[in-house]
C-alpha cells in the first residue's frame, strides 16, 4: 500500500520559524515526519495550504484529510485566527477549535490560552502541556516551558489554572548580539561554575541585574574574561531573575520541564540547586501526544 493510501490524518506543529507535520495513521502511528523553515513569520495567508502541500505532496488528490493544527499557525498573522480559552480551562480545546477548507484539506487550528489578569496569552504550550498530562493524567504541580519566551503553568485537576511568560530567551538573544554585551558574548562554549555562580548572585540580588549585566562587559576590559565565561553567565544571570520571579510557581511544587534538550538542562539543573523535584519531558514529541490526543477527541466526537 503507497504511503498516501495510509494516510489517515497529518499533525502539525506551526511555529514562527518552522513548519513540522508527522504523517499518521488511524491508530495514531507515525508514518513520516517532515520539517521545512515554511513558519508564520515567512508566509501570507493565502500560502499556508501550499506550504503544507510542499511537505506533503502526498495529499494532493485526497479528499477530507483532517489536519490538526498547533501553535502561531492560528495567530492574528497565520492562516486563521484561533480565538483563546480563557484559563482556567482544559489544555486541550479541540471542540473550541477553528476549521477550515483548502482544497482537500479538512484543517482544525486549535485554540491558545489566555490569561486576563495579568494579561498573558500561549499558543502551541498548552498543546505540549495537553500531552504531558494524557502521560500523567495525576499530575498536579508546575510545568515550566523554557524558551524564547519561557512559561510557568500551574496544573490542578487537569486544568491550567494560572501561568506567566518571561522574556528571558529573548533578552539573552538581544544583549548577547545588539547591545554593548555583543564584543564580549562567545556564539558558544560554556563555564558550568560561572552560570551555577550568576545563578546564585541573580536569584538572591535580582534588583541588581542591570548592573552585573555590564560587568560582564567590564570584565573582559579589566580583567580578561573569557567570552565564553561571559555567555555562562549572561545565562546564569537572565535565568536566575525569571527564577526569582517565578519562585511563587514552583517552591515546593513537583516540576516538570518540558523542552529542547541543552536548555530544558540548564534549567533542570538551576532548579535541583534550588531544590526542586524536577522531571525532565522532549517537547517534540509531547506536542505529537498533545495533537494525537485532539484526534482522538475527534474520532470519539464523530463515531
Given at each position: 500500500?503507497?504511503?498516501?493510501?495510509?494516510?489517515?490524518?497529518?499533525?502539525?506543529?506551526?511555529?514562527?520559524?518552522?513548519?513540522?507535520?508527522?504523517?499518521?495513521?488511524?491508530?495514531?502511528?507515525?508514518?513520516?515526519?517532515?520539517?521545512?523553515?515554511?513558519?508564520?513569520?515567512?508566509?501570507?495567508?493565502?500560502?499556508?495550504?501550499?506550504?503544507?502541500?510542499?511537505?506533503?505532496?502526498?495529499?494532493?488528490?485526497?479528499?477530507?484529510?483532517?489536519?490538526?493544527?498547533?501553535?502561531?499557525?492560528?495567530?492574528?498573522?497565520?492562516?486563521?485566527?484561533?480565538?483563546?480559552?480563557?484559563?482556567?480551562?482544559?489544555?486541550?480545546?479541540?471542540?473550541?477549535?477553528?476549521?477550515?477548507?483548502?482544497?482537500?484539506?479538512?484543517?482544525?487550528?486549535?485554540?491558545?490560552?489566555?490569561?486576563?489578569?495579568?494579561?498573558?496569552?500561549?499558543?502551541?504550550?498548552?498543546?505540549?502541556?495537553?500531552?504531558?498530562?494524557?502521560?500523567?493524567?495525576?499530575?498536579?504541580?508546575?510545568?515550566?516551558?523554557?524558551?524564547?519566551?519561557?512559561?510557568?503553568?500551574?496544573?490542578?485537576?487537569?486544568?491550567?489554572?494560572?501561568?506567566?511568560?518571561?522574556?528571558?530567551?529573548?533578552?539573552?538573544?538581544?544583549?548577547?548580539?545588539?547591545?554593548?554585551?555583543?564584543?564580549s558574548i562567545a556564539e558558544d562554549g560554556w563555564d558550568v561554575n560561572?552560570?551555577?555562580?550568576?545563578?546564585?548572585?541573580?536569584?538572591?540580588?535580582?534588583?541588581?541585574?542591570?548592573?552585573?549585566?555590564?560587568?560582564?562587559?567590564?570584565?573582559?576590559?579589566?580583567?580578561?574574561?573569557?567570552?565564553?565565561?561571559?555567555?555562562?553567565?549572561?545565562?546564569?544571570?537572565?535565568?536566575?531573575?525569571?527564577?526569582?520571579?517565578?519562585?511563587?510557581?514552583?517552591?515546593?511544587?513537583?516540576?516538570?520541564?518540558?523542552?529542547a534538550d541543552a536548555l530544558a538542562q540548564i534549567y533542570a539543573d538551576?532548579?535541583?540547586?534550588?531544590?526542586?523535584?524536577?522531571?525532565?519531558?522532549?517537547?517534540l514529541d509531547i506536542t505529537l501526544q498533545g495533537l494525537c490526543a485532539?484526534?482522538?477527541?475527534?474520532?470519539?466526537?464523530?463515531?
Amino acid at each position: 500500500m503507497s504511503l498516501s493510501a495510509q494516510i489517515s490524518w497529518v499533525a502539525v506543529d506551526w511555529g514562527t520559524s518552522h513548519l513540522r507535520v508527522w504523517l499518521m495513521d488511524s491508530a495514531n502511528t507515525v508514518l513520516a515526519g517532515r520539517q521545512s523553515t515554511d513558519g508564520m513569520s515567512r508566509l501570507a495567508t493565502n500560502e499556508y495550504g501550499d506550504a503544507l502541500y510542499r511537505l506533503v505532496p502526498e495529499l494532493d488528490g485526497r479528499k477530507q484529510i483532517p489536519v490538526i493544527c498547533c501553535g502561531m499557525v492560528g495567530s492574528r498573522q497565520g492562516w486563521a485566527e484561533a480565538p483563546y480559552a480563557q484559563a482556567p480551562c482544559k489544555p486541550l480545546g479541540i471542540d473550541a477549535a477553528t476549521c477550515l477548507q483548502d482544497g482537500a484539506l479538512n484543517v482544525r487550528i486549535l485554540p491558545g490560552v489566555k490569561q486576563m489578569s495579568p494579561p498573558d496569552v500561549m499558543r502551541g504550550e498548552e498543546t505540549q502541556i495537553a500531552g504531558f498530562l494524557e502521560a500523567h493524567s495525576g499530575f498536579d504541580g508546575v510545568i515550566c516551558l523554557p524558551g524564547t519566551h519561557s512559561k510557568w503553568v500551574h496544573i490542578s485537576a487537569g486544568e491550567i489554572v494560572s501561568f506567566r511568560t518571561f522574556m528571558t530567551g529573548e533578552m539573552f538573544d538581544l544583549l548577547g548580539r545588539q547591545s554593548v554585551l555583543r564584543h564580549s558574548i562567545a556564539e558558544d562554549g560554556w563555564d558550568v561554575n560561572a552560570f551555577e555562580s550568576a545563578l546564585s548572585d541573580a536569584l538572591s540580588r535580582p534588583g541588581d541585574i542591570a548592573a552585573r549585566l555590564f560587568s560582564l562587559r567590564a570584565a573582559q576590559l579589566v580583567g580578561d574574561q573569557s567570552p565564553q565565561t561571559a555567555r555562562a553567565k549572561l545565562s546564569g544571570l537572565l535565568v536566575g531573575i525569571e527564577l526569582a520571579a517565578a519562585r511563587p510557581y514552583w517552591l515546593g511544587q513537583p516540576i516538570a520541564i518540558i523542552g529542547a534538550d541543552a536548555l530544558a538542562q540548564i534549567y533542570a539543573d538551576a532548579l535541583v540547586a534550588q531544590g526542586g523535584a524536577v522531571t525532565r519531558v522532549s517537547g517534540l514529541d509531547i506536542t505529537l501526544q498533545g495533537l494525537c490526543a485532539a484526534y482522538s477527541q475527534i474520532k470519539e466526537n464523530t463515531e
